[in-house]
């Protein structure tokens, strides 16, 4: 009876992935059946079944136990991301979990359902696994349990081989296993050399602040300087910048769609062909800051109690002189505290570097705005997600059409309070003066607005384009006339054509640096008349002999936001 229980564990575990089984079949006969396809997923799914169930006969316990384990946990991490995500893993999104670790609490208290059900299949493995097998067996079982680990190892180096690919349908046990292997593989034979220092010569010292502003989430069109049907963005001749020179550069293609790679390439730089090794062992913005005699200052209003987010570590912030987290701020008022604290270090008088990244509008979105801000409606439920920043279930949405419908409006009204309420505090509170402010986002947001289905946003396997279109925009710089009319040219001459690319060599170009040393490490900035090849990049972890792919945008494709959402509510609403 003990025996029965322990395969009727570890059968029951490889059907509770029936679900990733029928998805990958469904795709292999999809528009067309794929033979060749089908009988290589038949015969590694058989595969990983024998491992699984080799791994099971070990006699020793404490090799057995430790495997199971280890399997468990690899079948968790994959059925928790596949469960929530709604898509495969691969090496790439595997990659990107790992790098953003500092995330763990918020996703384990907000994706709760997806996770606590795949805590309950890896326990389920963990038990048939590690249950003690039989006794004996004959040459079939040695042959079995001799081939367990073995095949782990061959589909590693299958998934080596074809770039970070090549696990959809299998048991989550052997895939996750399989690509924590790849990974070790991938760390232990990485360039840990020093970064280098930086060699730029920097030519008259800056007196003035420099600010990048990173939002979150930021679909470009939503924002009313790009689309007229946009939400209220304060960045407009209608906002509260009133004298202040702002210069929009209108849709912009970010780096990456997702968040990890489009920060840490802002903060690093790099090009289309160079930012692996750029953001490897290049010095960051902070260094040359810092050499170029500036201060350094962080404002980070996702994260809270020091934790490191977007690539971060101890070194990095070692150059940072002023960090600062927001954690005794409700999230929904986070963007305007962050105003608050950006305009002291304008008025402070000091020359500066300022990051700073937004809440902005990453999902979810029901409780990032309050009620005097629920301009557009019908909208999602609120009352969920009050102290959640990002990470979390994306508001009950079930991938409808009207589900999207509410979903645009309650981001809609973020933007109002996040955007639009962030810059009229700004604008309010700081004085601008010389300083130059340059505002994007990591990246943008897709929102069905096809009607075609789904529940993602952003960082999918297949994006759509608007997930890397973002908004460019330059504000302040107001000293000198001839400065502004610079700004004013590059700014019409770069509308709709420009790229997250674009903006480290502008920053190390404010700070100084010639153009001319510039632009062969980083590229063009944002005055150069250069064409820009608004792409953005599909596959940012672009390792295992696997290259970069990247998604062109043409402009008349992208989504605009639909008028027919929303029924715009103003008798006591802000603006």
């Not at 029928?22 to 060749?36: E, I």
């Not at 769609?257 to 802002?266: D, E, Q």
């Not at 402010?437 to 952003?458: K, N, P």
């Not at 290259?547 to 402009?555: A, I, Y």
Request: aromatic share 10%; proline share 5%.
């Amino acid at each position: 009876m003990h025996y029965r229980l322990k395969y009727l564990l570890i059968g029951l575990s490889v059907l509770l992935g029936g679900g990733e089984i029928w998805r990958r079949l469904a795709m292999l006969v999809t528009p067309d059946v794929q033979f060749v396809g089908l009988v290589a997923f038949g015969g590694l799914f058989g595969l990983c079944v024998i491992s699984l169930v080799g791994i099971s006969l070990f006699r020793k316990p404490w090799l057995r136990w430790p495997l199971a384990l280890a399997l468990a946990a690899a079948s968790m991490l994959v059925d928790g991301y596949q469960w929530a995500v709604g898509d495969f893993m691969h090496y790439e999104s595997f990659v990107t979990m790992v790098q953003s670790a500092g995330d763990i609490g918020s996703a384990l208290a907000q994706q709760g359902g997806a996770l606590l059900l795949a805590a309950g299949k890896a326990v389920v493995l963990l038990l048939g696994v590690g249950l003690k097998p039989p006794a004996g067996g004959g040459l079939m079982v040695r042959g079995v349990k001799l081939s367990a680990l073995p095949i782990l190892i061959g589909l590693s180096v299958l998934i080596f081989f074809r770039g970070g690919e090549g696990t959809s349908g299998l048991p989550s046990s052997h895939s996750g296993a399989s690509l924590a292997l790849l990974y070790a593989y991938d760390m232990a034979t990485t360039d840990r050399s020093p970064r280098r220092k930086v060699e730029l010569p920097s030519a008259a010292q800056r007196s003035s602040d420099i600010v990048l502003i990173i939002d979150e989430s930021i679909a470009g069109a939503y924002l009313d300087i790009n689309d007229a049907a946009g939400v209220y963005s304060g960045l407009g001749p209608d906002g509260a910048g009133g004298t202040v020179p702002i210069h929009n550069f209108g849709l912009a293609t970010a780096i990456n769609h997702c968040s990890v790679g489009s920060n840490v390439t802002l903060r690093f730089g790099g090009t289309r062909d160079n930012y692996r090794e750029t953001v490897r062992s290049g010095p960051s913005i902070w260094a040359y800051a810092r050499a170029a005699g500036l201060g350094t200052v962080y404002l980070d209003g996702q994260r809270t109690g020091g934790r490191y987010q977007n690539g971060m570590n101890d070194a990095e912030r070692a150059e940072i002189d002023a960090w600062q987290q927001f954690g005794d701020v409700p999230v929904v008022n986070r963007d305007h505290a962050l105003a608050e604290r950006l305009a002291d270090f304008l008025n402070d008088g000091k020359p500066q570097m300022i990051v700073v990244n937004k809440v902005g509008g990453h999902f979810p979105v029901s409780d990032k705005f309050p009620m005097s801000h629920a301009r557009y409606q019908p909208m999602l439920k609120r009352g969920r997600f009050a102290d959640v920043t990002d990470m979390a279930t994306r508001d009950g949405l079930a991938g409808s059409k009207n589900n999207w419908r509410l979903y645009r409006n309650s981001y809609r009204n973020t933007l109002l309070w996040s955007v639009g309420g962030f810059f009229d505090r700004l604008f309010a509170a700081a004085d601008i003066g010389d300083a130059t402010i340059l505002y994007t986002s990591d990246h943008g947001q897709s929102f069905h607005e096809r009607g075609d289905g789904g529940q993602a946003t952003h960082c999918t396997p297949a994006p759509q384009i608007e997930e890397g279109v973002v908004p460019l925009v330059v504000i302040g710089d107001g000293g000198d006339s001839g400065r502004v009319a610079r700004w004013a040219r590059a700014a019409a001459a770069g509308r709709d054509k420009s790229s997250h690319y674009r903006i480290f060599p502008t920053l190390l170009g404010l700070m100084g640096y010639a153009e001319k040393d510039v632009a062969p490490l980083y590229g063009p900035d944002l005055f150069s008349a250069k064409a820009d090849p608004y792409t953005f990049n599909t596959r940012f972890n672009a390792r295992l002999g696997s290259e970069p792919v990247w998604l062109h945008v043409s402009l008349d494709k992208v989504a605009r936001p639909p008028l027919t959402d929303y029924e715009k509510k103003t008798a006591g609403l802000a603006k």
